[in-house]
């Protein structure tokens, strides 16, 4: 639901008119779920399915009797892909919606704006969404793959099946930023060299001269941290000029919001990723989960990675307040941190109780028919981009975001 001034008002008022009716004629109390995404503008491919896995595991609790005997209850926010809107959605729902819990934010600056507000008003906060890592804050947990996990599973293979050249392409903001140190420390200890470093604004979309660049450098391999439609060009730049016949190509970022889907075979074919998710994971979890998606949106074709890490986030939620028996902060964040897992539509996850990050699987995989075909599956045992500096159980007051420098 997409809450505008007018039906918050109409809901307050309805609120108020009920609260004189008879008790025994009032709503069994509910559990007050909040969400803010991006779910109009620029970001909307990332923010709508994640906004529909949300509604799709909410909607599963609530049909098998809800939590603890209570229903859950959602009040969603579209930030039109908007910042400013992250921070007065945040008060909102903290301040006048008073929910229980909160999941939300795309981008890391949609994090960093709502991230002290929930901390301030003590509302639990999940980030379920891929990110630069490094966050270390006991009032958030963080169910999206870092690019360190990818990074290490990722760079290894593609040397294997490359050289051990390397030129990376970054988008020039703290994600991409963060990724390239990442990809740089792993070609390195993986005997290889890396042998420039490109970063590009969000805004680009010509490539001619960089393509020009590669090609004199002759590298053995490309590895592309590139953010948005307008980067989205780049491979269609490379395809067209030949190149994505000559020298392999590795990604962090395509295909976590189907972005390969948008390109053609052509275009895509051979690239290699690594995710926690794909269409194609062949296992009895993710035929149940693209069966209950397609049985309530019509198709599955909308699934993607940070669909499925929202998805997710929901059912660690959930289970947490389970075993918690409450929806208060407290034991909420106790039950998380006594190392609870799930199985989800991309395999087992466990919630680092130092970190408050997720251990998880990431499957490297191929670009092949506009479909990321599975490879190999990493099965991680720690959320190595926070581990060297982010100690919670040490440390229950830190609040930062860590940046490891190599």
């Known amino acids: 639901m997409t809450v505008t001034r007018r039906n918050f008002l109409s809901a307050s008022a309805a609120l108020a008119g009920a609260s004189m009716l008879p008790f025994s004629l009032q709503a069994v109390e509910t559990i007050k779920f909040g969400s803010i995404l991006d779910t109009s503008g620029i970001f909307d491919a990332y923010g709508k399915p994640m906004d529909m896995a949300m509604r799709l595991a909410i909607a599963e609790i609530n049909a098998n009797g809800g939590l603890n005997g209570s229903q859950i209850d959602i009040t969603a926010y579209d930030t039109q892909s908007d910042m400013a809107l992250y921070t007065q959605y945040g008060r909102q729902l903290t301040q006048q919606d008073e929910v229980d819990v909160v999941h939300g934010g795309i981008l890391s600056a ?69 990724t390239a140190e990442w990809i740089q420390k792993y070609v390195a200890e993986n005997g290889g060299e890396t042998v420039a470093v490109d970063f590009f604004p969000l805004d680009v979309s010509d490539f ?160 092949d028919g506009q479909k990321m075909k599975v490879l190999e599956t990493s099965r991680q045992r720690q959320p190595i981009d926070t581990q060297a500096v982010c100690d919670l159980e040490a440390n229950p007051n830190d609040n930062k975001q860590y940046e490891l420098k190599f």
Request: hydrophobic share 40%.
């Open 110 to 178: 949609s994090r960093e704006a709502i991230r002290q507000t929930m901390r301030k008003t003590k509302t639990l906060y999940f980030y379920n969404v891929l990110y630069e890592g490094g966050v270390c804050d006991r009032n958030i947990f963080i169910t999206g793959v870092t690019p360190a996990q990818q990074v290490e599973v990722l760079v290894p293979y593609a040397m294997k099946n490359s050289g051990k050249k390397v030129y990376v392409l970054a988008a020039d903001y703290n994600y991409g930023q963060i």
């Open 208 to 367: 001619g001269s960089t393509i020009a660049k590669i090609q004199a450098a002759k590298p053995d391999l490309i590895v592309a941290s590139l953010v948005g439609g307008a980067h989205m060009s780049f491979f269609r730049q490379w395809a067209a000029a030949g190149m994505n016949k000559k020298i392999p190509m590795a990604s962090t970022t395509l295909g976590a919001g189907n972005e390969h889907k948008v390109l053609t075979a052509e275009e895509g074919d051979g690239i290699m990723v690594a995710y926690n998710y794909s269409q194609e994971l062949e296992t009895p979890d993710n035929a149940a989960f693209k069966k209950k998606w397609a049985e309530a949106y019509g198709d599955a074709n909308g699934i993607h990675e940070i669909a499925v890490s929202n998805y997710q986030g929901v059912l660690a939620w959930a289970e947490a307040v389970r075993r918690a028996g409450s929806t208060d902060r407290d034991k909420v964040i106790a039950a998380l941190e006594a190392g609870l897992s799930i199985d989800g539509p991309g395999g087992q996850i466990t919630i680092d109780p130092k970190t408050h990050h997720a251990v998880l699987d990431v499957h490297i995989m191929k670009l």
